[in-house]
């Protein structure tokens, strides 16, 4: 087993001794605040985002000894009118909506919140408005925001948790999936950072029964002070219907698992953050980071690009002792801007951490394939009434250890079985069109989705054999090499905005981000340190296949094994845009 930190937490600084833990000491320094505010009328909002757990937190409310109590889910159009509203964007498909980049006015009834604004308005002694948008009904003399992380938000799906006033806790949970994601996250995110400001508390509901509440002040404070130094999200990790055993290892997971299929570690848009005051530790979405400080983050071009999205992602696909990955084209640009309203697209690369001696990547096209028959043989086979043969359509490469697969969107792909890849790739992962699924099932019991229609019409059908095996496998050359490291440009295709280097460190490499976010795994070698050349920032530790990410603002940092032997690094960032 290796020292893979599976809940890194980031030190706040002067802030110590902030966090307040339980309903009992939260509610009773809640009330406090109205006391010592000394006015007989006091209005405390408290803001949600969509996924908490309601029934929980207003049973704790009932400690504060409200005079009025205005829910925000009577605010709200009701469930048939707004499936109907969303219609459009919700889709009859499984898994693909179109996002939704309106307002959370949108879904409110107009009467309804004039009402509770009213009522607020008039309201004598201690008023509590409670609920998603609750800050849109009165004017807080104390703002609490629950927050959320997505990934227990997608937990609770599968437990049967419904979508935000919604009664579909029976559905697919694929459907309450976009829905949130389509929809509802687009919109809370949104609203969150029109108040993050304005917000007094934090409350972190992610552990039933185990909240934590901390100042807007000390979070913000917190926020600002991870621009200036390197940070790790807070990984998670699931099983699949092709997942393998090398995270277990690797990753200390639970042995008695069945699987390991995948891992989110360094996806600010789905994991989450840890802030830690000393006597408690706050979780936040790391999209938190994102849409609070986006500039500082990502640095001035890659913001004037993409806004406040993180437009990387590193991932791991584990299929050591598993099964192939399903065969999958992902969209052109043009693309999922039209169907999806997505502004880019999901071009990727596979890194192979580690690989048995039968592994493979299926890339590209042989030089035989032809789209009709290939879509003829792929529908005959996903009704069931063949195999797809996919090495004759499909190259197979073999592929080992520190092999690097560049995948830009239009090329179909899938990693074989025993391969442990670290995915570098662009953010948009939900939009995977699946091909073939090896005639597999999901863990539901259900087939996966496939979606052939689409995948028809992204696939570059110009991308054979030779044209792969030029651009896209290990295109692999050394920019510079010294005494102390040796520098590899390793991807990805001229295509693709990302640019990945391979550092081979030997004493220790000085690396300068150039005012842009850096994506960085230890890819070889137990531990290493980074460093602040200037002192900026103090020491930080990374193990074995962690991920870690260096915001724009830091100017410079340096890498260098914790102990002895070489050390290797891969590192991605937005390449600059040619002027």
């Excluded at 006015?39 to 949600?48: L, N, S």
């Excluded at 130094?229 to 042995?255: A, H, I, N, S």
Aim: net charge negative.
């Amino acid at each position: 087993m290796g020292n893979y930190e599976k809940y890194p937490s980031v030190p706040v600084k002067g802030w110590e001794g902030r966090a307040l833990k339980g309903y009992d000491d939260i509610m009773a320094a809640l009330r406090e605040e109205y006391r010592e505010s000394g006015r007989a009328d006091y209005c405390i909002v408290f803001d949600t985002y969509p996924g908490v757990w309601d029934e929980e937190v207003l049973e704790a409310l009932r400690a504060l000894r409200p005079d009025n109590l205005i829910q925000m889910k009577e605010v709200f159009k009701g469930e048939s009118e707004l499936t109907e509203q969303l219609r459009s964007h919700l889709t009859d498909d499984r898994v693909f909506g179109r996002m939704y980049y309106g307002e959370i006015e949108d879904l409110l009834n107009e009467e309804a919140l004039k009402g509770a604004k009213e009522k607020a308005k008039q309201a004598k002694g201690l008023t509590v408005v409670y609920g998603f948008g609750a800050g849109l009904v009165a004017e807080a003399d104390t703002l609490v925001y629950l927050d959320m992380a997505r990934w227990e938000i997608q937990l609770r799906y599968r437990k049967g948790m419904p979508n935000f006033n919604c009664s579909n806790t029976d559905e697919d949970t694929l459907r309450k999936y976009k829905r949130a994601f389509f929809i509802e996250w687009r919109i809370a995110d949104k609203y969150k950072q029109r108040i993050f400001e304005r917000i007094d508390h934090f409350l972190d509901t992610n552990r039933r029964g185990k909240p934590v509440m901390v100042s807007g002040e000390a979070v913000r404070a917190g926020l600002c002070q991870m621009t200036e130094r390197p940070f790790r999200t807070v990984p998670y990790f699931d099983p699949g219907v092709w997942g393998g055993q090398w995270m277990k290892e690797v990753c200390g997971l639970d042995r008695d698992r069945e699987n390991f299929a995948w891992s989110f570690d360094g996806v600010p848009e789905e994991n989450s953050i840890l802030l830690d005051f000393g006597n408690g530790k706050l979780e936040l979405p790391a999209m938190d980071l994102v849409l609070y400080q986006p500039k500082k983050l990502l640095g001035p071009q890659v913001f004037a690009r993409f806004g406040a999205e993180f437009p990387i992602r590193f991932d791991f696909l584990d299929t050591m002792g598993g099964q192939n990955l399903s065969l999958q084209v992902h969209p052109l640009t043009e693309y999922i801007h039209r169907q999806f309203g997505m502004a880019y697209t999901q071009d990727e690369s596979y890194y192979l951490l580690d690989a048995g001696e039968d592994a493979c990547v299926y890339l590209g096209l042989t030089d035989e394939a032809e789209p009709e028959e290939m879509f003829e043989e792929l529908e005959k086979a996903n009704r069931g009434e063949c195999l797809f043969d996919a090495e004759k359509f499909i190259n197979k490469f073999p592929a080992k250890k520190h092999d690097h697969f560049l995948i830009p969107a239009g090329t179909c792909h899938c990693s074989g079985a025993n391969s442990m890849v670290l995915e570098i790739s662009a953010t948009p992962y939900i939009f995977t069109f699946k091909l073939w699924d090896w005639a597999r099932v999901g863990l539901d019991g259900k087939p996966r989705p496939v979606h052939l229609k689409h995948g028809r019409q992204v696939i570059q059908w110009d991308r054979k054999t030779e044209w792969v095996k030029e651009n896209l496998v290990n295109a692999v050359y050394t920019v510079e090499e010294n005494q102390d490291y040796k520098e590899e440009h390793t991807g990805l295709h001229e295509l693709e905005f990302i640019e990945t280097r391979r550092y081979w460190i030997r004493n220790q490499a000085v690396i300068r981000p150039e005012n842009t976010v850096n994506m960085l795994n230890l890819v070889e070698g137990e531990e290493a340190i980074v460093e602040s050349p200037k002192g900026a920032f103090e020491p930080f530790t990374v193990h074995y296949a962690e991920t870690f990410i260096i915001p724009a603002g830091v100017e410079e940092y340096s890498i260098r094994s914790a102990g002895e032997g070489t050390i290797g690094v891969i590192r991605a960032y937005v390449r600059k845009q040619q002027s």
